[in-house]
């Protein structure tokens, strides 16, 4: 009923910028908390920014000050700004969102993108 679909990825040289989009359609009433995530090869899947539907963020300690996550409730889309990437940034980016669907009873439930890569060389 729901679907995130990602978007920006690529790859880039260290110090360059990538801007990703996540998009979310289906039957939704309404979107509270969104987020993006990483996963590099290896390595477990972390919290990377959340935005909330107050626009209240939170970034993991490693990207603060280089990304910055912003949303547009009129398009369902949330965006991660991403400056001054680095190696270390490689990872699959995966876009999360707590959709409250129109099927009734209302109830909430996260909801995932299937992930943009993101590649980041010296």
């Known amino acids: 009923q729901v679907q995130l679909v990602e978007s920006g990825g690529g790859l880039v040289q260290a110090g360059g910028s990538l801007r990703l989009s996540c998009a979310a359609s289906?039957?939704?009433?309404?979107?509270?908390?969104m987020g993006w995530y990483r996963q590099a090869p290896g390595k477990q899947r972390e919290l990377v920014a959340s935005i909330t539907n107050g626009d209240r963020t939170n970034y993991a300690d490693s990207v603060k000050s280089r990304f910055t996550v912003s949303r547009d409730n009129a398009k369902n889309t949330v965006y991660l700004q991403m400056n001054s990437l680095k190696p270390e940034d490689t990872a699959v980016y995966y876009c999360?969102?707590?959709?409250?669907?129109?099927?009734?009873?209302?109830?909430?439930?996260?909801?995932w993108g299937q992930g943009t890569q993101v590649t980041v060389s010296s």
């Open positions: 289906g039957s939704i009433f309404a979107i509270g908390t």
């Open positions: 999360s969102a707590r959709v409250a669907v129109t099927t009734a009873p209302l109830r909430s439930s996260d909801y």
